[in-house]
Structures are given as structure tokens and as C-alpha cells.
Nanobody, 126 residues
Framework: QVQLVESGGGLVQAGGSLRLSCAAS????????MGWFRQAPGKEREFVAA????????SYADSVKGRFTISRDNAKNTMYLQMTRLKPEDTAVYYC???????????????????WGQGTQVTVSS
């Protein structure tokens, strides 16, 4: 398992941009598919984006496709979420997560992820 710490959240106006980072500890970061999830007040946690361990395949929720970009730098043990054209409905706590399995395919279901960060708040004002 890996330990994960998110950063980069904050308050931004609608239409603005933010970049979230997820720093991982341990030498095995490069072997795990990684994902971003978010949870808005009063709502269930939902999938946002995922990236395979090699960085060669990604998946996005329809609500963020074309606006958010997931990436990773395995040399730095870090994953990113570049968020552009932010909307008030993007307001949520954003969590990064690591797949339960090493060398797996891209996964998007919450039960497939075994390690979670503590979350970072993103607030988009209208």
C-alpha cells in the first residue's frame, strides 16, 4: 500500500483553474493505477478520473471530460489533476486513491481502490 497526501485545493471563481497534487510515499507508486474522487456536501463520493500505472491510459467522468486532465510523474511519486473551466458544481473535497492491485488496468469503481488520502477542499464561487 502507499500513503497519499493531496494538496492544491482552494477557493477559485467560476471559469478559473486549479491544479491538485497527490504525493505518494513508497517505492511502488509507479506500479499502481491511481484515481481522483470527490465528495460534495450531502452527496456520495464520486469518481472523477483515473490513470494507469504507466500513464498511457486514462478515464474520466462525463461531468469533467474536456475540462480536467489527470497525469502522473512516476519519478516524483506524484499524480496531478489539472482542473480548468471550473464550475460551482465542482465544489467538493477531492481525494486521491491507489488501486488495490499492482500492474492493473484502469479502474473507476471506489471498491477497487485500497489507499486514500485525507482530501483537499475545492470551492468554486459563482
Amino acid at each position: 500500500q502507499v500513503q497519499l497526501v493531496e494538496s492544491g485545493g482552494g477557493l477559485v471563481q467560476a471559469g478559473g483553474s486549479l491544479r491538485l497534487s497527490c504525493a505518494a510515499s513508497g517505492r511502488t507508486f509507479s506500479t499502481y493505477t491511481m484515481g481522483w474522487f470527490r465528495q460534495a456536501p450531502g452527496k456520495e463520493r464520486e469518481f472523477v478520473a483515473a490513470i494507469i500505472w504507466s500513464g498511457t491510459s486514462t478515464s474520466y467522468a462525463d461531468s469533467v471530460k474536456g475540462r480536467f486532465t489527470i497525469s502522473r510523474d512516476n519519478a516524483k511519486n506524484t499524480m496531478y489533476l489539472q482542473m480548468t473551466r471550473l464550475k460551482p458544481e465542482d465544489t467538493a473535497v477531492y481525494y486521491c486513491a491507489a488501486d488495490r492491485r499492482q500492474w492493473g488496468r484502469v479502474v473507476v469503481a471506489e471498491p477497487d481502490f485500497g489507499s486514500w488520502g485525507q482530501g483537499t477542499q475545492v470551492t468554486v464561487s459563482s
